[in-house]
């Protein structure tokens, strides 16, 4: 295994909230193989992610908040996610819901979520639609939705719904007792620690206040960030989860062969296991270079004020699939390489399951490539992105 005190060769702390998940990165490795059985995290990560503020990444400052800007929250979501690619997971659709919500919803309903200092902890599921219909002073939710993220970590629901008299897309929020959580559906292959899973809705009220638009840019509080919408936050949240997780594996494979070094049969002294390491290696410095290099960028419009442009809107996406399809690689790759030690029970096996489980995130599809490609050739003239789809102005 690796040493888990050399973190901070590989991953910079931009920000004091970062270096914060930096100190906590030996507890989040200690319970990571306790999550992974329990299929939820264990209660002293929890408290440590409340007890550093974790959680408030992304409320905006007025609220109380961090309102990290792009590169610093890549920098904190690595840290977590090389700890434990799990605790990871649930800090950033955590921290996108709560961070979104801080900003878009209505002032009474803010009032009353961050009364007092205190702050809710919002999961659940933004691409797979309920049905909402119009009733006095809100509306009646009902519907089922897949790997809510976090979910039994949460004080909160955040769902995306259509409303039927519109078919506009709005985001509900409700206090998680007002949702059937399905225990039993949480049989996966990787991420179990995340606690992600499937809950009903049946005629739940929502006030119109707890309420937003599934693609709000404009915030009610907070600054530029947040004009990148909620696709923008899920851009960061995936890629910084890869960037980490990434790492991870990669030192876990050379700590490997560096602890078998000298035995007879190492590969370490193997020219094709070298060169393999090496190519891996690239392949996710290269990845990684382009998330950071893209969203340093995006960061500098942002700070100026200005709209991102299509383009922007593009790389974003772009930097999230390479890297996605990089982190794949990577997995593969440590896993043939580590030889039995793959096989067993230990943080490659568990890292090389959450990556199958990740990877399969619907961010990264063929529907994002596709676009992607249309943009960067010019052929997407008079087109801009909304969520994953290229559409006419």
């Known amino acids: 295994m690796t040493d888990i005190g050399t973190l901070g060769a590989h991953l910079p702390t931009s920000s004091a909230l970062s270096q914060r998940a930096q100190k906590l990165v030996p ?3 200690q319970h990571a193989a306790y999550a992974d059985q329990e299929g ?6 929890v408290e440590a992610l409340r007890r550093e503020a974790l959680f408030l990444m992304w409320t905006p400052k007025e609220l109380g908040g961090f309102e990290l800007d792009p590169v610093q929250s890549l920098d904190l979501l690595a840290i977590a996610s090389y700890g ?4 990871g997971w649930v800090l950033m659709a955590a921290n996108l819901a709560i961070g979104t919500g801080g900003a878009y919803l209505a002032e009474s309903a803010v009032s009353e979520l961050f009364a007092g200092g205190k702050y809710p902890v919002i999961a659940g599921q933004g691409t797979r639609p309920g049905t909402a219909t119009r009733v006095a002073g809100g509306y009646k939710l009902t519907g089922s939705w897949s790997f809510g993220s976090g979910l039994l970590h949460s004080t909160h629901t955040h769902s995306l719904g259509i409303i039927a008299e519109t078919g506009e897309a709005r985001i509900f929020v409700a206090p998680i007792e007002q949702a059937n959580l399905r225990l039993d559906s949480w ?9 992600s899973v499937d809950y009903t ?12 638009s599934a693609f709000a840019t404009e915030p009610m509080r907070g600054g530029g960030i947040f004009r990148s919408g909620i696709m923008g936050f899920a851009t960061i949240c995936h890629s910084g989860w890869a960037v ?3 790492r991870r594996l990669l030192d876990e494979l050379g700590a490997l062969i560096v602890n078998k070094a000298g035995r007879a049969g190492s590969l370490s002294a193997s020219d094709s296991f070298q060169e393999k390491y090496a190519k891996l290696e690239a392949s996710y410095r290269a990845a990684r270079a382009l998330v950071y290099e893209t969203w340093t960028e995006v960061t500098k419009t942002m700070t100026a004020g200005s709209p991102l442009s299509v383009r922007q809107h593009t790389m974003i996406r772009l930097a999230l699939g390479h890297i996605t399809h990089a982190l794949a690689d990577v997995a593969n790759g440590v896993y043939l390489l580590s030889g ?5 029970r230990g943080a490659i096996e568990r890292l090389v399951r959450d ?3 990740g990877t399969q995130h619907v961010t990264s599809g063929p529907g994002m490539w596709q676009g992607a490609g249309r943009e960067l050739a010019g052929l997407a003239h008079g087109k801009h992105w909304v969520f994953l789809d290229l559409v006419d102005d």
Not at 40 to 45: G, K, M
Not at 201 to 212: I, Q
């Open 27 to 29: 507890l989040l490795d």
């Open 40 to 45: 939820r995290l264990a209660t002293e990560v």
């Open 84 to 87: 434990d690619a799990s605790v």
């Open 187 to 195: 049989n996966v292959m990787g991420l179990r620690g995340t606690g």
């Open 201 to 212: 809705m049946d005629g739940v009220f929502v006030p119109d206040a707890y309420t937003h």
């Open 244 to 246: 980490g997780v990434g």
């Open 340 to 344: 039995t030690t793959g096989l067993r």
């Open 355 to 357: 990556v199958h489980a």
